[in-house]
């Protein structure tokens, strides 16, 4: 059901040279590649003499203090509205409803994206937005200066895993090596973004260590997480983020499956798979969507009635023909 | 005191051409490294006629089978011997000191090399040997197919904790991008090398997670596993080494430490630190010794003494100036 029309980079710098008062959007929850490639597009088009300013539903973690995003303040009234790694309209949050309604460009990878913005620059080959906003500042010809590699490379790198996903790709290798020849100091930020784990982290990690079962001999691990748990860790949701790649990362389990109860009871349901089991069909069936290997729906009900409506969804999966 | 003569890529091509009956040896404890510079190699030099088999002190891990390496089955009499990645004579292993007593030439990255060989390639800034055996091979014209791509992105992806430690470079990721050109599936690898912890292993992960105490205002996190508790996991002593990194690794802790005990009673004691704080100085204090930022030792006695001796060193590391 997109009407989005979709253009290319040289189309995108066209209506981005023309562009004034520009807001820059992220989705809830944010990433890293939400907030890097926001980050990286923000410092450019300032550069260029643009009033900008990046806007999210839900704060920024601190720990992405480095990339010195300009937040929107109120100060102007946005006239160009640009979504960065939004697959669709329900990944806004409501608090910035009424600005992403209104979006005139969609810079993204998801292959899922539902078309909701004006106009759409898409890769779905691209490993994360950063890679597609490398592409995007290079015919721009901005300054990749340690700043902006900086922002870049985080949205890279988290997106991957740290180039251990398997939508990391020889493009995606071949733009860290220009990020760090541009200066980025990959050593401080992979200790910041994979080495410093805060203690309710570890307090999730634990838990959903203890949850943890196993169902179809094995070939899915399933964890999960109440509200109550949650709270007792005083878990952030960014913390919650990480736990998700435990399950399938199990020797034997092709798909993994993390159920966080939400502060409103509904679940979220991350799906993840290995190579050859399809985590968007799974998701999709539960009106859900995402990646090959990664992707998530949301259900109502108990808990027990949500296990059983995704673990259907596995098992269907896992008999399928590959 | 090194009395190796230091030669570039042309030398090692020219010796390697004129060489019969090679023997290329690994180091003990083999790794993604030594196994996989050593794989690469052995396929370039088969290809060019020779007659060429790996020797390894210990076995090599299943899981490495991919790289389809020709063992040493003492079919041949080795004229030639070749080490890979092996900095020191000490890491042989007693199983093969005979050859290792008279290699020919070391290919190397380890920059504490000691230089025990007649003729030396190094180069300390690699991140691996396979980084450095990829030049060697393109010096060669050898034909980097996907067998050989997917031994050498082995040895840069393991070596660097899969592109997140601080010896990856621009140069690792080039490296890495070609190798992907050249038809390594690293979704397959990257899932073998690092998506694929044993049950028991994510239980000792718990274990540590459970028995975790902070001391010095969170300076320092310290946990350790008895005998009896690793026992009850079913551990192999390949999944107690990823555990020592876990409390490094949390928010604002800047010495971590795991003690493990021996099936013997002795604790064995593994201590991380961040940059500024010297893990060698802390583990040489009781008799063990290291790297900066990891070192070892092992203690007799109860579990509350090793604590108390561990931490008395880590709380003069911490008051030390830096």
């Known amino acids: 059901m997109s009407c989005a029309e979709t253009i290319d980079v040289t189309e995108v710098l066209t209506r981005l040279y023309k562009a004034e008062n520009i807001l820059l959007l992220c989705h809830k929850n944010p990433d890293g590649d939400t907030i890097g490639?926001?980050?990286?597009?923000?410092?450019?088009?300032?550069?260029?003499?643009?009033?900008?300013?990046?806007?999210?539903?839900?704060?920024?973690?601190?720990?992405?203090?480095?990339?010195q995003i300009g937040l929107f303040d109120g100060s102007f009234e946005p006239a160009y509205v640009v979504a960065v790694d939004v697959a669709g309209i329900q990944l806004f949050g409501d608090a910035v409803?009424?600005?992403?309604?209104?979006?005139?460009?969609?810079?993204?990878?998801?292959?899922?994206?539902?078309?909701?913005?004006?106009?759409?620059?898409?890769?779905?080959?691209?490993?994360?937005?950063?890679?597609?906003?490398?592409?995007?500042?290079?015919?721009?010809?901005?300054?990749?200066?340690p700043l902006v590699a900086e922002c870049l490379y985080t949205g890279v790198a988290t997106d991957t895993g740290c180039f251990k996903f398997a939508n990391t790709t020889a493009r995606t290798h071949a733009v860290a090596a220009?990020?760090?020849?541009?200066?980025?100091?990959?050593?401080?930020?992979?200790?910041?973004?994979?080495?410093?784990?805060?203690?309710?982290?570890?307090?999730?990690?634990?838990?959903a260590l203890e949850n943890l079962e196993y169902h179809f001999d094995g070939r899915c691990a399933l964890t999960h997480l109440t509200k109550e748990e949650i709270a007792a860790t005083g878990a952030e949701p960014d913390d919650l983020e990480g736990v998700t790649g435990i399950p399938r990362a199990i020797e034997g389990v092709e798909v993994g499956v993390t159920l966080r109860q939400q502060p409103t009871g509904s679940y979220k349901i991350s799906v993840r798979t290995v190579l050859g089991k399809d985590a968007s069909a799974i998701a999709a069936h539960l009106g859900g969507g995402g990646h090959k290997q990664a992707a998530g729906c949301e259900l109502l009900g108990s808990l027990e009635n949500a296990k059983s409506a995704v673990l259907a969804e596995v098992e269907r999966e896992l008999c399928r023909e590959s």
């Open 37 to 67: 490639s926001s980050a990286a597009l923000y410092h450019a088009l300032k550069r260029l003499g643009k009033t900008v300013a990046v806007l999210c539903a839900d704060p920024i973690p601190p720990r992405y203090d480095y990339m």
């Open 178 to 207: 220009k990020l760090i020849e541009a200066g980025a100091d990959v050593a401080r930020l992979n200790s910041i973004l994979f080495e410093n784990k805060s203690r309710s982290r570890l307090a999730v990690e634990q838990l």
């Open 97 to 145: 409803r009424e600005y992403s309604e209104r979006t005139d460009l969609c810079i993204d990878h998801h292959p899922s994206n539902t078309g909701y913005a004006d106009a759409i620059l898409l890769d779905g080959s691209a490993a994360a937005t950063a890679e597609l906003m490398y592409d995007v500042l290079c015919a721009m010809n901005a300054e990749i200066d």
